[in-house]
């Protein structure tokens, strides 16, 4: 008896605290478009989070979404209905279900165990409650477990420190998630602001990522016309990084190697590439990329299985590629990407081509397998490139950091 009287003699004294104070102390309202798991049914709504102290990682807040139909819900039911719809969350209530003695959080997935310190005179740990709705603003709780709410309200449970009395905010607030629906990992992406070695010219600009099992690697691509085939871009990053290699078979790519160091090489894993546009699955190698574009090739094996369908005997699998993709530096000897300035015309051309550089520099063409065909030694300005021994096809002239692609008919 004396544990219940002290208890709400605690919530009458906050009550009668000025309201501020409370303001102060309250943990940001968390918006129902944040909430993730929705307990319960109904067109009504409410947000409710709950704040523990944990020495590992620190004030954490958990928010919970809860459903109902009549006009209002009594708080204890709302708890309830969360302890009830998430087996990872449990309260211990008192003999008369009128007030709680503790809330805990289990989530062996995530590593969380959370339950409140008990005071080992009182025998309960120091939970408070408040609420903001649109109509009043704060409203205080006097522990009274019988207070309703109304849909659009914030309940915000917060550990009291049982020597001031004070509230103990959330540092981070955490949504919780569906027990019953599995956690899909996110698609990996990296923005164009953290490229640091870009190939070729002109103002549009794509990333090209590849995610092999255990790597992912990501180039910058410039050019100036409105599209680029995919193809091209590949075939053109791999002219002028010589630590990249894209090999093809019929038409079709069959590998994507990066040299690491003499001796190890990156390859694929598995017996196809899947190559996806701003995450959807692609054309391939034959898909025409935009200004903005982010083309990423993965090993299926690097990729999480999400979803999958029986068709005609055989299966197909939806994969999620989550791994943290890295900007792949600038390659020795290239010293500013930049800096580089090459105009070649005319293209396509029969025999002869035009090649003005902005500076001395060595050059070499490749074929669309890679192989060196020819090399040069460029002056400033312009200078003219034979191709009439070449057979018809297509080229790529690398000029130190800059790849051209060179068509012969």
């Not at 409370?22 to 704040?51: C, H, K, L, M």
């Not at 087996?87 to 008369?96: E, G, L, V, Y």
């Not at 020597?163 to 569906?178: K, N, P, Q, S």
């Not at 002028?240 to 190890?264: C, N, P, Q």
Request: aromatic residues 12%.
């Amino acid at each position: 008896m004396v544990k219940k009287v002290l208890f709400i003699a605690l919530g009458l004294m906050l009550a009668s605290g000025a309201k501020a104070d409370w303001e102060q102390a309250f943990n940001p309202t968390v918006a129902q478009s944040d909430i993730q798991f929705w307990t319960g049914t109904g067109s009504n709504r409410a947000v409710i989070a709950i704040t523990w102290v944990d020495d590992t990682y620190g004030n954490i807040g958990i928010a919970w979404g809860v459903q109902w139909n009549s006009d209002t819900l009594i708080l204890r039911d709302l708890m309830d209905t969360i302890a009830t719809y998430d087996p990872r969350m449990s309260i211990t209530w008192n003999s008369t279900h009128t007030y709680i003695n503790n809330m805990a959080y289990n989530d062996p997935q995530l590593g969380y165990d959370f339950a409140g310190e008990v005071d080992p005179d009182m025998g309960f740990a120091w939970f408070m409650y408040g609420w903001k709705d649109a109509n009043e603003g704060v409203k205080q709780s006097g522990g009274i477990m019988a207070d309703t709410i109304a849909s659009g309200d914030f309940i915000d449970w917060t550990l009291m420190d049982s020597v001031t009395y004070e509230a103990i905010l959330a540092d981070t607030m955490i949504m919780a998630t569906d027990p019953n629906v599995p956690v899909l990992p996110e698609e990996s992406t990296i923005d164009a602001s953290e490229i640091v070695y870009w190939v070729g010219n002109g103002n549009n600009k794509v990333v090209l990522a590849v995610n092999w099992a255990d790597t992912a690697l990501a180039w910058g691509y410039k050019f100036s016309t409105d599209s680029v085939l995919v193809e091209d871009m590949m075939f053109a990053i791999a002219a002028a990084d010589s630590r990249f290699f894209v090999d093809t078979a019929y038409g079709y790519l069959s590998d994507i190697r990066f040299v690491l160091a003499e001796g190890d090489t990156l390859r694929g894993a598995s017996y196809y590439w899947e190559s996806k546009r701003n995450g959807y699955m692609d054309a391939g190698m034959n898909q025409m990329l935009g200004n903005g574009d982010f083309e990423k090739w993965c090993d299926p094996t690097a990729g999480v299985v999400v979803d999958s369908m029986e068709y005609q005997g055989v299966w197909y699998y939806t994969y999620v590629y989550p791994m943290e993709i890295n900007p792949v530096s600038v390659p020795v000897g290239i010293a500013s990407v930049e800096a580089v300035s090459v105009m070649v015309w005319p293209n396509p051309t029969t025999s002869l081509v035009n090649v003005s550089v902005s500076r001395p520099m060595q050059a070499e063409l490749y074929d669309l397998s890679g192989r060196q065909v020819a090399a040069y030694s460029l002056a400033e300005g312009s200078n003219k490139i034979d191709l009439s021994a070449l057979q018809n096809g297509v080229y790529m002239l690398r000029a130190e950091g800059s790849v051209s692609k060179i068509v012969k008919r």
